[in-house]
């Protein structure tokens, strides 16, 4: 039996897909094992906003962030959004603990409402029901009330909203150092240890 963690890892189709693959690589270098799920929207995303040109068929895309992130074999599997046989379907195998990042306002949505009319959906409808941990990486700005009422119905059901928000109290010295300030806050709510910023005080 692997005893290794479960993580499922999502990427919905809102800005911010950097935050995303950061956090991909440290849970590959904390020795996780990964459930990916990435929506078509987010897929388009991440080939737009870095130099990852993503294949659509999950099979070429788990071979190729296997590959880019120098995961061990079978570390990385990548699920599509209508694979109702992945283990992410179901209570009785899916891992307990799950991060949107980034998550759209239409993703956090769905989530809310128990839609669970793709995959990714599903996966966050199962931990949320199994009462496991969730973290939502929300982009989006301005907020409209929709937005906030969907936030604070999830809050209470315990999911961790965690808006993108960088702190600059470090004086970042370039991008990646303003990713890693969120990915290193998201790390500390699913309890994985890190080096990749200073702690106040």
């Known amino acids: 039996m692997n005893s290794k963690r479960e993580i499922t890892l999502a990427f919905s189709g809102a800005s911010g897909a950097p935050y995303g693959l950061r956090l991909l690589e440290q849970l590959v270098q904390a020795d996780m094992n990964l459930s990916i799920v990435i929506s078509p929207a987010g897929l388009m995303v991440i ?5 990852f040109v993503l294949p659509g068929n999950p099979q070429k895309i788990q071979a190729f962030l296997t590959e880019r992130f120098n995961a061990k074999p079978n ?3 990548v699920y599509g959004k209508d694979d109702w046989y992945s283990p992410l379907a179901s209570g009785s195998n899916a891992p307990n603990t799950m991060v949107v990042c ?13 839609a669970s009319n793709n995959l990714l959906e599903r996966a966050a ?18 907020l409209s009330a929709i937005h906030l009422e969907h936030m604070l119905n999830l809050a209470r059901l315990g999911v961790s909203i965690m808006p993108a928000n ?9 991008i990646e150092d303003i990713v890693d300030f969120v990915v290193a806050r998201i790390l500390d709510q699913i309890q994985i240890p890190h080096q990749l910023s200073k702690r106040w005080g």
């Open 47 to 51: 080939n737009d906003e870095t130099d």
């Open 75 to 77: 570390q990385i599997k």
């Open 102 to 114: 980034p998550c759209s306002a239409g993703c956090l949505s769905a989530i809310a409402l128990g």
């Open 125 to 142: 409808d199962v931990v949320l029901k199994e009462q496991g941990k969730l973290v939502l990486v929300v982009r989006e700005m301005p």
């Open 166 to 174: 960088p702190g600059f109290y470090f004086k970042p010295q370039t």
